[in-house]
């Protein structure tokens, strides 16, 4: 089954405490991405890539880093989060054809305290 | 810079009753065009998108969309509403060249439909 799987599903951490988020997606994408889903904000990107090795800004990316070593897998990283990073995250990965559909993963719910 | 606009945060209509959700877009050029739903507790569904042709453009769950050019809209639209599709609903835009492959979302639309 086509997929794209993150985890965890929900996270509590505390300021300042390191977490990855992992992304790994079976369709041989070569686009991924991550969103946060805020009330009356919508998704907006944080990072993108384009392929493995290429990764750029997206719209909010202050305070998070991304890798993309393999194709499958583009991991989210708060190396130091905040209160303000509280947030439901989506990665979604498509092909890099414009016209085609982005596929998305479950969502993590990341609390910070 | 694209961008989309979903102007009505709810959308409350009776099951039964045909159902609108609004989309405006902007982007330089030409658009791709797509619909995602969002159950609680669940990632962005596919439901349609408009790639070329048909105006109208039929998807999943008897969804449909109308792509207006002049007024640069692409409204989501269903002839009968039922309870189940109450969610959250979005439009998307994609610019066909020169967008990096990005996908812009709006904020979204809460659909409900009430007996």
């Known amino acids: ?113 | 810079a694209q961008s989309v606009a979903q102007p009505e945060d709810q959308v409350n209509v009776a099951e039964g009753n045909p159902l609108t959700v609004k989309c405006t877009y902007s982007v330089s050029g030409n658009p791709y065009l797509f619909w995602y739903v969002q159950y609680p507790n669940r990632g962005l569904q596919f439901l349609l998108k408009y790639i070329t042709g048909d105006n109208l453009v039929k998807g999943s769950y008897g969804f449909e969309a109308e792509f207006n050019k002049s007024q640069t809209s692409f409204h989501l639209k269903k002839p009968s509403a039922l309870v189940s599709d109450s969610a959250l609903y979005f439009c998307a835009v994609r610019a066909i060249t020169g967008g990096g492959n990005k996908l812009t979302f709006g904020t979204g639309t809460q659909l409900k439909v009430e007996l």
């Open chain 1, 1 to 113: 089954e086509a997929q794209v799987t993150q985890n965890p599903r929900y996270l509590i951490t505390v300021t300042g405490k390191k977490l990855t988020v992992t992304c790994s997606q079976n369709m041989n994408h070569e686009y991924m991405s991550w969103y946060r889903q805020d009330p009356g904000l919508g998704l907006r990107q944080i990072y993108y890539s384009m392929n493995v090795e290429v990764t750029d800004k997206g719209d909010v990316p202050e305070g998070y880093k991304v890798s993309r070593k393999e194709k499958r897998n583009f991991p989210l990283i708060l190396e130091s989060p905040s209160p303000n990073q509280t947030s439901l995250y989506f990665c979604a990965s498509s092909r890099l054809d414009s016209n085609t559909e982005a596929f998305f993963g479950q969502g993590t719910r990341l609390t910070v305290v």
